[in-house]
């Protein structure tokens, strides 16, 4: 490896500053299949980490079948001479754009659920909903990729119910919130909690499949819910919880009251 191709000298570093990369593809017209950000050489990190290790990961096989091909990975820079707060909003609004699932990122990118991309009744719904006011030991689950307006109610169920990394706290909830944008989709009455085993049902296996969604968390230690639709609390529909999420937060859950 000619590693003079893959490193920037100092001079260029110090006037880069944050900056925002993509890797693309060149057997598959360039396209884009990771975004990142980073300062100094943090781009070419993903090229000699996939030719130094045996590491496995999507991002890093994707490079070494590019090699193998004889090509070389597209290294683009977008954004540069940013501060380390405008890279991170770069980085999400490509990787929105973009759709994580069709990428390499195992993640969403920073601040995407609060700020990230909407369509026009999504924006209105989270902002001109009236915010819900939950008093019962409760679970928020945030569907992220998995909800699409007017999925089947057997799907939105399987989805809420899921595959969570839980603990003991789970026995507390009464009630599961499926949400997505920061709005109340459905609600449930948790009845028993039990270990996710084995592969999903055959109506997610479906879903999935039409809507290219995948599962890329392990199923050790995690737990689902048998419930049923609460009807008790079916006004709280279409209300917002936004009040109650916290700026940053990463797991797809969150427990209210308990």
């Known amino acids: 490896m000619n590693q003079s191709l893959y490193e920037f000298s100092q001079s260029v570093i110090e006037k880069l500053g944050f900056y925002v990369y993509v890797l693309r593809d060149p057997f598959q017209d360039n396209k ?3 975004i990142g950000k980073g300062t100094g050489n943090r781009v070419f990190s993903h090229v000699t980490d996939s030719l130094k290790s045996a590491t496995v990961s999507d991002k890093l096989d994707r490079i070494r079948a590019i090699h193998a091909r004889g090509e070389e990975v597209f290294l683009q820079i977008i954004r540069h ?3 380390e707060e405008e890279a991170f909003e770069v980085e999400a609004a490509l990787i929105d754009f973009e759709e994580v699932g069709n990428l390499s990122n195992l993640v969403k990118g920073h601040h995407s659920d609060e700020r990230g991309i909407m369509h026009v009744r999504d924006i209105k719904a989270r902002y001109a909903s009236e915010p819900a006011e939950i008093t019962e030991p409760s679970i928020l689950i945030k569907l992220n990729r998995a909800y699409r307006p007017g999925m089947p109610a ?3 169920y399987e989805f809420t119910r899921g595959r969570w990394n839980v603990g003991p706290r789970r026995e507390k909830a009464k009630y599961a919130f499926a949400v997505y944008r920061g709005v109340i989709r459905e609600v449930y009455r948790i009845h028993r909690w039990e270990p996710a085993e084995g592969p999903v049902s055959g109506i997610i296996s479906a879903w999935m499949e039409k809507n290219s969604i995948t599962f890329t968390g392990k199923d050790r230690n995690r737990w689902q819910f048998e419930g049923t639709v609460a009807e008790e609390l079916q ?3 279409g209300r917002s919880v936004a009040h109650y999420q916290k700026k940053g937060q990463q797991t797809p859950f969150q427990y209210l009251n308990c």
Do not use: R
């Open 154 to 156: 057997d799907a939105l």
């Open 235 to 237: 006004d709280m529909i």
């Open 32 to 34: 884009v299949f990771y």
């Open 81 to 83: 001479g940013l501060t």
